[in-house]
C-alpha cells in the first residue's frame, strides 16, 4: 500500500504542476525532491497549512468534500461486493 501511496502522490503533483495548479508557495522554505514522495506530500501538507491559516472554511469544506467522496466511493465498492 505504501508503494501504490506514493507513486499516486507523485502523479497527483506531476498532474497539479502539468495544469498550473501548484501554488508559488509550494517549495519557497527549502528545495523539494520532486522525485521523492515524502518531500512532497510534507510540502503540500505545509501549503495546505498556509491556506487553512487565511481561509479556513475553504479548507474544511474540502475535507468534508474528500470525506463524504471517500465516504461514497466505500459504500459503492460494499454494495458492489454484496451483490456479487
Known sequence: ???A?????LAAHRLADR???VPPEFG???PVDETDARSV????RRCLRLWSAYN???VF???VGGGLLAAAVVALWLAIA???
Open 19 to 21: 495544469l498550473d495548479l
Open 5 to 9: 501511496g506514493d507513486g499516486l502522490a
Open 28 to 30: 519557497r522554505d527549502s
Open 41 to 44: 506530500r510534507a510540502e503540500w
Open 82 to 84: 454484496l451483490l456479487l
Open 61 to 63: 469544506a474540502l475535507q
Open 1 to 3: 500500500m505504501g508503494r
Open 56 to 58: 479556513p472554511e475553504e
